[in-house]
T-cell receptor, first 111, second 113 residues
Framework: GEDVEQSLFLSVREGDSSVINCTYT??????LYWYKQEPGAGLQLLTY?????DMKQDQRLTVLLNKKDKHLSLRIADTQTGDSAIYFC???????????FGKGTKLSVKP | DAGVIQSPRHEVTEMGQEVTLRCKPI?????LFWYRQTMMRGLELLIY????????DSGMPEDRFSAKMPNASFSTLKIQPSEPRDSAVYFC???????????FGPGTRLLVL
């Protein structure tokens, strides 16, 4: 079945770039998502990329998609302490009708 | 739009009691999802509806869990009887249609003693 894998932890210093990686298995995925969950809060949609795109940039966020390797990454430039959260990668396909989430990567930003 | 609304935000109950969680999806959204999040298992899809009809309930843990969507603007997730292992955060999400972007509510934090 479909599966989404992420590393569980990432620690960076304030001002550095963070790169969170994700691999997925469903080649029919139409959209791939990044969600952010701050402590005690729900999941907030950060950004998404359509499967026929290679890259999407939105201010400090850059999403890269390698469809051949089924690899997705989220780069956060100039990481701030407010970026500390859990980041979830998710894939969707119209045939499934739901999103398949990874277990989330906990990003810790040290001052 | 107010986004997805869930109630209650927090619930503490004793083992054996019935628990009812409520969700109001974003107006105009046709798909509604119930998720459970725990430290051990991460985020799990319990059930989802499309046009008020349950499509996939394979994630519902056991018969103690039931979900309904009587109309397009309201859904409930019921646990009867509740057990301590049901303690988790339960999220509701909605989307325009299946496979579309999902928007999450703030969650209900359930503690079963």
């Amino acid at each position: 079945g479909e599966d989404v894998e992420q590393s569980l932890f990432l620690s960076v210093r304030e001002g550095d770039s963070s790169v969170i990686n994700c691999t997925y298995t469903d080649s029919s995925s139409t959209y791939l998502y990044w969600y952010k969950q701050e402590p005690g809060a729900g999941l907030q949609l950060l950004t998404y990329i359509f499967s026929n795109m290679d890259m999407k940039q939105d201010q400090r966020l850059t999403v890269l998609l390698n469809k051949k390797d089924k690899h997705l990454s989220l780069r956060i430039a100039d990481t701030q302490t407010g970026d500390s959260a859990i980041y979830f990668c998710a894939e969707s396909s119209r045939s499934q009708g739901n999103l398949i989430f990874g277990k989330g990567t906990k990003l810790s930003v040290k001052p | 739009d107010a986004g997805v609304i869930q109630s209650p935000r927090h619930e503490v109950t004793e083992m054996g009691q019935e628990v009812t969680l409520r969700c109001k999806p974003i107006s105009g959204h046709n798909s509604l999802f119930w998720y459970r999040q725990t430290m051990m298992r991460g985020l799990e899809l319990l059930i989802y509806f499309n046009n008020n009809v349950p499509i996939d309930d394979s994630g519902m843990p056991e018969d103690r869990f039931s979900a309904k969507m009587p109309n397009a603007s309201f859904s409930t997730l019921k646990i009867q009887p509740s057990e301590p292992r049901d303690s988790a955060v339960y999220f509701c999400a909605s989307s325009l249609g299946t496979g579309e972007t999902q928007y999450f509510g703030p969650g209900t934090r359930l503690l079963v003693l």
